[in-house]
């Protein structure tokens, strides 16, 4: 059984870096396209960034040019680096993981906050 645990979550001024990360274990993390998601309070749960076993990237328009996603396979962990941060990129942010043809797995999220 496949699970994500994700860390690196915090409190952060606007403007400020945060790197979130996700460990995964439980069956071969290299065959896996990784993700991460967030939701916003009151808000539908939405796509921040991919990265596909081949190392192709793919991210929302919101966040390009600030947020890096990048994995290391030797590490079975999946990153996310978080530049100039905005309030409006406050939301609990999730790790996925996706194989095709069965169910995604979901890490338990963890909270990112940007204020001052």
């Known amino acids: 059984q496949v ?5 690196g979550g915090g409190l952060v001024q606007p403007g400020g870096s945060l790197t979130l990360s996700c460990a995964f274990s439980g069956s071969s993390f290299t ?6 998601y967030r939701q916003a309070p009151g808000k539908q749960r939405d ?6 076993s081949g190392g192709s990237t793919n991210y929302a328009n919101s ?3 600030r947020f890096t996603i990048s ?3 030797a590490k079975n962990t999946v990153y996310l680096q978080m530049n100039s941060l905005k309030a409006e990129d406050t939301a609990v942010y999730y790790c996925h993981a996706r194989l095709s043809l069965i169910p995604p797995y ?7 906050t940007a204020s001052s």
């Open 63 to 65: 966040v390009k040019g």
């Open 47 to 52: 796509l921040v960034a991919t990265i596909t």
């Open 71 to 73: 994995r290391d396979n």
């Open 3 to 7: 699970q994500l645990v994700e860390s």
């Open 106 to 112: 979901w890490g338990q999220g963890t909270q990112v």
């Open 31 to 36: 065959i896996y396209t990784m993700g991460w």
